[in-house]
């Protein structure tokens, strides 16, 4: 029998998979990757609804670890967010997903690679891009998408099979992930409606305020308060615990799909929020004005880069040894005040802090520099405008 290796969450989209693949001869192999979404009771069912449907083997994959120190941390360093909102949460799964299953594939001589996408969004595309390059002599197989499969129809090749999923559609379709949890729902497929509260998986219970203290070293979040971490990713999910109750980032994000057209979607992020603008503001104190302006022009690339399932492309490699590079001075500690549904960055303190009086005081006094130095530097800064104006009679 032909091997497939079908990537597996246990829903509708892959449950139809399995079952179309076995019909069609294959050795069906899933396999599922945690990238932080999972309880262990969530992975035990999946991987007995698996076997339950007849796979021929079951694996779960831990990506938690891959998706941080291959992805999350440059994003981080970076300071990426989408259009300024939102923090890539399903790209970056995506990508470390889809490094794990090809590789997977690849070690047991499988046949085939095969996902549960649909022909309407991006994570098509993201697979199909990845395997291509990670996997170039798999093929690649896509029941759903192929056979443009609603979900009516799924079902009822499921109930055929003696297979019982739910016959209405639940009310908010959910994505979770150390980096952010997604949410699409009736509203999302409007321009003008909000997403009610109880639309985000985690519940508004907290509404008192409080200070916290994030420490940073070389770009990475390391403690909250006193609290030290062993990795960044207990930081992180320490962080999202406390913030998530006050109904800290939430948020809609609008963007441009992959396949052009436009898109809404729910997202749950505190934790990634409130990190990337501790972060960026302990950047500002830290770097050079050409370093923080170099970064935000690589790091747009590399979250849309990301984001079109171009992570394989060799420019991301260069842009995340410039933005390691960059995070050498970037240690110090943030105060964050968290409030119900918002957060106030406080202040920094850092070693490398740039904003240092013995320089001089913004607006205040000049302890470096003279009043003649200051002729002179204006006179040569305007030189070359002041020329052009000259030659070409003076300003319009």
């Known amino acids: 029998m032909r091997k497939v290796v079908l990537a597996f969450s246990g829903g509708l989209d892959t449950t139809y998979c399995l079952l179309f693949l076995?019909?069609?001869?294959?050795?069906?192999?899933?396999?599922?990757?945690?990238?932080?979404g999972f309880?262990?009771?969530?992975?035990?069912?999946?991987?007995?609804?698996?076997?339950?449907?007849?796979?021929?083997?079951?694996?779960?994959?831990?990506?938690?670890?891959?998706?941080?120190?291959?992805?999350?941390?440059?994003l981080v360093f970076g300071n990426v967010l989408r259009y300024g909102t939102y923090p890539l949460s399903v790209s970056a799964e995506r990508a470390i997903q889809a490094r794990l299953l090809a590789a997977y594939a690849r070690s047991m001589g499988a046949d085939a690679l095969a996902h549960g996408s649909t022909g309407a969004g991006n994570d098509q595309i993201r697979f199909d891009a990845a395997w291509h390059i990670l996997a170039p002599n798999i093929e690649i197989?896509?029941?759903?998408?192929?056979?443009?499969?609603?979900?009516?129809?799924?079902?009822?090749?499921?109930?055929?099979?003696?297979?019982?999923?739910?016959?209405?559609?639940?009310?908010y379709s959910i994505n979770r992930g150390i980096w952010g949890i997604t949410v699409g729902g009736r509203q999302t497929l409007t321009s003008h409606e909000p997403l009610p509260d109880d639309a985000y998986p985690t519940p508004l219970t907290a509404?008192?305020?409080?200070?916290?203290?994030l420490h940073f070293k070389c770009g990475e979040l390391f403690a909250l308060?006193?609290?030290?971490?062993?990795?960044p990713l207990e930081a992180i999910a320490a962080l999202e615990h406390l913030a998530a109750p006050l109904g800290i980032g939430r948020g809609i994000h609008v963007g441009d799909t992959i396949i052009g057209t436009k898109g809404r979607v729910?997202?749950?992020?505190?934790?990634?929020?409130?990190?990337?603008?501790?972060?960026?503001?302990?950047?500002?104190?830290t770097l050079t004005k050409w370093q923080l302006i170099l970064k935000e022009q690589l790091a747009l690339w590399y979250g849309q880069l990301l984001h079109e399932g171009m992570f394989e492309e060799p420019s991301l490699r260069a842009i995340e040894a410039f933005l390691t590079d960059t995070q050498r001075t970037v240690t110090g500690s943030v105060v964050v005040r968290l409030a119900p549904k918002r957060f106030e960055l406080e202040g920094i303190t850092s070693p490398h802090d740039l904003m240092n009086a013995r320089f001089g005081s913004y607006g205040e006094h000049a302890a470096d520099w003279n009043a003649d130095d200051v002729r002179g530097f204006a006179r040569i800064m305007a030189q070359q405008v002041r020329i052009f104006h000259t030659v070409n009679g003076g300003t319009q």
Do not use: M
């Open 39 to 74: 309880t262990a009771d969530e992975l035990s069912a999946i991987e007995e609804r698996a076997h339950s449907l007849g796979a021929s083997s079951h694996a779960t994959l831990n990506g938690t670890k891959p998706l941080y120190d291959q992805c999350l941390r440059y």
């Open 207 to 213: 509404q008192s305020e409080q200070r916290i203290t």
């Open 141 to 171: 197989l896509t029941p759903v998408r192929d056979g443009n499969v609603s979900r009516h129809e799924a079902l009822e090749f499921l109930h055929a099979h003696g297979v019982a999923l739910e016959h209405d559609r639940p009310p």
């Open 225 to 231: 308060d006193e609290k030290h971490y062993r990795h």
């Open 266 to 285: 729910g997202f749950q992020a505190a934790a990634p929020l409130v990190t990337i603008a501790a972060h960026h503001l302990l950047e500002k104190h």
């Open 22 to 36: 076995r019909e069609r001869g294959f050795a069906v192999h899933t396999v599922t990757v945690d990238t932080g």
